[in-house]
């Protein structure tokens, strides 16, 4: 059965850089994104299959990341979930703030799409055991 992997993220063109990756691991993954926080909030509790894995960007539109990330830790039936923070970011503070907010890990959007690549399938190896 394929693991299914959240992308959540107001920038269209990191979507599709970001679910191109994903669709070139060679894995059996199923991909659903959406635009933002209060879609990704939405669509994690309408009852339905959970995702394996959440690549959440930090700075949205509307709701941040870090808020995200806080509502799913708060969500007893969501905060098991593993959020992944992609940002093109560097403040020490921003990571300080996801990891305080409750985010499992953090890869920096710095478009070397080879770099990239090795950053999402090390995330993969790890949490899709």
Known sequence: MPHTILIVDDDPDD???TRRVLLKTGREIRVTAVAGGEHALQ??????DLPSLIFLDL????MSGIDTVRRIRADGRLKHLPVIIITNSAL???????????ADSFIHKAFDIDQFSKEINAHL???LK
């Open 43 to 48: 669509l994690l509790q309408q009852g339905g």
């Open 59 to 62: 700075k949205m539109c509307g």
């Open 92 to 102: 020490e503070s921003d990571m300080r703030k996801a990891y305080d907010a409750g």
């Open 15 to 17: 979507i599709e850089i």
């Open 125 to 127: 190896d790890f949490w």
